[in-house]
């Protein structure tokens, strides 16, 4: 605040009256922000502005993990989503799991036994190892962009408080167009991300839908052989989930899937014929039973498929795949007489 009150006496934003929304002052801030950089010598200026946001979210997801490891509170408490994961060490009940109840571990038997050898570790460097991969995952995604879509949206911030494993489907999404077998952790965890599969059904890429396929239903078999038990168990969970009426208990947008289903249906496949990738995400999106709050960090996977936002890692990584068309680059207009 003592930085605005200096720009507002050297004139270089204009004062807001009483009545200041969000909007404003982030454009008061952005002005700031852009006169203040305009003084440094252009070299730097286009260093700042290319790592700031990368170099803040670093920061700040760095303060978060060793909070979490230091076991301060309010980083570690038992509601988290990962706590729910983490306590699959110690065995999984899915007779008394409720699918409309946050923290209830849903996800099937496969994921806690390969995150099992994570689970031996005391419960704070857990949540510290957990949060640093999402924190890598999303910077994997978008690049420069991190901090800005930290700061602007809830649920990215929700998704690393609460440990929940969105951003982490979101990057299979990605990588899924390249190596089909990840597809497997979407359709062991969510399961309604699946839907994403009718990108290779619509296309008729047999091979990469067979791909998908095969490495799911691998995974399940080897896995079910270890704890058969546990597959009926899960199996009893997905029924309930959509046979049982129960109210959902927590932040959500109440619309219902039934309304949203044709259109994840019809976005994807508009998408597929018209090889817009970033419609994938999108449809997953619509297709979650349930909109949580975080869940909308999904809609993270569109920033690396569409060029506007310019380059990610993650969407370097498809153009080095050839799997999305080069970048444009706009014609240079040479400058006006002075």
């Known amino acids: 605040m003592l930085v605005l009150a200096d720009a507002y006496a050297r004139g270089w934003v204009a004062v807001p009256d009483a009545g200041l929304d969000a909007a404003t002052y982030a454009s008061c801030v952005q002005r700031l922000i852009d006169r203040s950089l305009a003084r440094l010598p252009d070299a730097v200026e286009a260093r700042i502005r290319e ?14 993990v060793m909070l979490r490891l230091f076991d301060v509170y309010p ?15 110690a065995g999984v009940s899915y007779e008394t799991s409720n699918p409309y109840v946050i923290g209830a571990y849903l996800y099937a038997p496969a994921f806690a036994q390969a995150i099992s050898p994570l ?10 190892l957990w949060t640093a991969a999402i924190a ?16 602007l949206t809830g649920a990215v911030a929700l998704e690393m408080y609460l440990g929940q494993i969105d951003l982490f489907i979101a990057a299979a999404v990605v990588i899924g167009f390249r190596y089909p077998v990840v597809w497997a952790f979407p359709l ?16 008729r890429e047999w091979r990469n839908l067979s791909i998908a396929l095969a490495a799911t239903i691998a995974i399940a078999a080897v896995s079910a052989v270890f704890a058969p038990e546990l597959w009926r168990g899960w199996y009893d969970l997905l029924r309930r989930s959509v046979t049982d009426r129960q109210t959902v208990d927590g932040a959500y947008l109440a619309i219902p899937i039934w309304l949203r289903m044709p259109f994840a249906v019809a976005i994807i496949v508009w998408g597929a014929r018209t090889n817009r990738h970033w419609t994938v995400p999108v449809g997953i999106l619509l297709a979650m039973p349930i909109l949580w709050i975080n869940v909308f960090t999904l809609l993270i996977a569109v920033i690396p498929l569409r060029e506007e936002l310019g380059l990610t890692p993650a969407r370097a990584w498809l153009l080095r795949e050839r799997l999305l068309p080069a970048m444009r680059t706009q014609p240079s207009t040479a400058a006006p007489p002075a």
């Open 119 to 128: 689970t031996a570790l005391p419960w704070p460097w857990f949540a510290a």
């Open 51 to 64: 790592r700031l946001g990368l170099d803040l979210f670093v920061v700040v997801a760095a303060v978060v």
């Open 188 to 203: 062991l965890t969510k399961v309604a991300p699946g839907i994403g599969l009718l990108w290779f059904v619509v296309r």
């Open 136 to 151: 890598a995952v999303y910077v994997w995604l978008v690049g420069r962009w991190a901090f800005p879509v930290l700061l």
């Open 75 to 89: 980083w570690t408490p038992w509601v988290l989503d990962m706590h729910t994961y983490w306590a699959t060490g």
